[in-house]
C-alpha cells in the first residue's frame, strides 16, 4: 500500500534584476509585489541576476542590499546568469535536435527593414534566414558574418494566462536563443531558468507582457511547466513616461541621502499600492495579511518628489 500521498513541493516565485545600475524605487515596487505574491501563495522567494547581458561592477551587490534593507528576504543562494551557460546550451541542443533552430545572418539593420514586411505581427522578424539553403548558409558564413540562432517557430501567436491582464494573445516569432556574440538570448535564459529554479509564479513590470507569448511557447517546446503571470504595472515619472535614473532621487541612496530612509520608502510603496495609509509606518511582514492581488491598482504608479517625501523639486 503506499503511504499517504506527499504534498507537492510549493513552487516559488521570484525577482530577477538585471545588475545594470541601482534598483529605482519602480523596481523596487516590482520586487515587493513578487515578494507579496510568493509570500501569501506559500511559494519560496527567489533572487536571479540576469547579468548576460548588461552588468556593472557591484551593481548586484548593490540590488541585494536594497532588497534586505526593505525586508524582502529570499530563499536560497542567489542565482547568476553567467554561471549557468551549459544549461542555455542543454536547452538550445534540444531544440536543436527537433529541427527548430537555424543560424540567422542578418544585421539589425536588415531586421529592422525588413521587419515592415506585410506578413506577420509588427516588429516580427521575417524569416528572411529560415529556409537558406546550405550552399547560402555557408556563402554568410565564409563571409564572416557571426551567426545568431533562432527558433523556427510553429505558431504566430500564444496566449497565456496572466493574474492582472487576464487572458493575453501575444504574437510569437523566431525569437533569437543565441546571440551573433554567442550569448544566450534573454527569453530563452528566463524560460530555462525559471523551470530549472522551480519558479511557477512570474511577478515582473507589464513592459514584459509582450514577452510572456514567446516565452511560455518556448516553455512548451521544451517540454517545461506552464507558469502563472502577474505583470505589474510600472512606475512612471510627471510625464508618464517610465521611471528612469535620470528622474532625480529615485534610488535608495538617493533618497537616504534626503533623509528619508528604507523603512520610509517602504511605505511609500505600500501606500502606492493601497496597503497602507501615507506616512504609515510599515514592515514588509505587516503587509502581509494587508495585500490582495485583486486589489492591486490597474494604472502605472506616478512617482514624483512629492510622493517619495523627498521634498518637491529634489526628485
Ligand atoms: N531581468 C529583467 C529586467 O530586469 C526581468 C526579467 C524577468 O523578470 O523575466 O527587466
Known amino acids: 500500500m503506499p503511504g499517504p500521498a506527499t504534498p507537492p513541493a510549493p513552487g516559488a516565485g521570484r525577482f530577477a534584476p538585471t545588475p545594470s545600475g541601482d534598483l529605482h524605487v519602480g523596481n523596487l515596487r516590482t520586487a515587493l509585489l513578487a515578494w507579496l505574491f510568493a509570500r501569501t501563495t506559500g511559494r519560496r522567494f527567489l533572487v ?4 548576460l547581458d548588461r552588468a556593472r561592477a557591484g551593481s548586484a551587490d548593490r540590488q541585494l542590499a536594497d532588497l534586505r534593507a526593505l525586508g524582502l528576504e529570499w530563499d536560497g543562494p542567489v542565482v547568476r546568469q553567467r554561471d549557468r551557460l551549459p544549461l ?10 527537433q529541427g527548430l533552430v537555424y543560424e540567422c545572418f542578418c544585421s539589425r539593420r536588415e531586421i529592422a527593414e525588413a521587419a ?7 516588429g516580427a522578424y521575417p ?32 496566449t ?8 493575453h ?14 550569448t544566450a538570448a534573454y527569453n530563452l535564459a528566463v524560460v530555462v531558468d525559471d523551470a530549472d529554479q522551480g519558479v511557477d509564479q512570474v511577478v515582473r513590470g ?23 503571470y502577474a505583470h505589474v504595472p510600472l512606475a512612471v515619472n510627471p510625464h508618464g513616461a517610465r521611471l528612469a535614473k535620470r528622474d532625480g532621487a529615485v534610488t535608495l541612496a538617493d ?50 518628489a512629492d510622493v517619495l517625501g523627498a521634498g518637491p523639486g529634489q526628485a
Open 48 to 51: 536571479r541576476i540576469e547579468d
Open 88 to 97: 542555455y546550451d542543454a536547452a538550445i541542443d534540444r531544440l536543436a535536435g
Open 116 to 122: 515592415s514586411a506585410p506578413h506577420g505581427p509588427p
Open 127 to 158: 524569416g528572411t534566414c529560415r529556409d537558406l539553403t546550405p550552399e547560402q548558409r555557408a556563402a554568410r558564413r565564409a563571409a564572416g558574418r557571426p551567426a545568431a540562432l533562432r527558433l523556427r517557430a510553429g505558431v504566430e501567436t500564444w
Open 160 to 167: 497565456v494566462h496572466d493574474l492582472v491582464a487576464g487572458d
Open 169 to 182: 494573445t501575444g504574437p510569437v516569432d523566431d525569437l533569437v536563443l543565441r546571440r551573433g556574440d554567442g
Open 206 to 228: 507589464d513592459d514584459l507582457l509582450s514577452s510572456s507569448p514567446r516565452q511560455a511557447y518556448l516553455a512548451r517546446l521544451l517540454g517545461l511547466p506552464e507558469v502563472g
Open 255 to 304: 533618497l537616504a541621502v534626503r533623509g528619508v530612509g528604507p523603512p520610509a520608502v517602504l511605505g511609500v510603496l505600500a501606500a502606492s499600492l493601497g496597503l497602507a495609509a501615507p506616512g504609515e509606518p510599515v514592515t514588509s511582514a505587516g503587509l502581509l495579511a494587508r495585500f490582495d492581488p485583486a486589489a492591486l491598482p490597474a494604472r502605472p504608479w506616478v512617482v514624483t
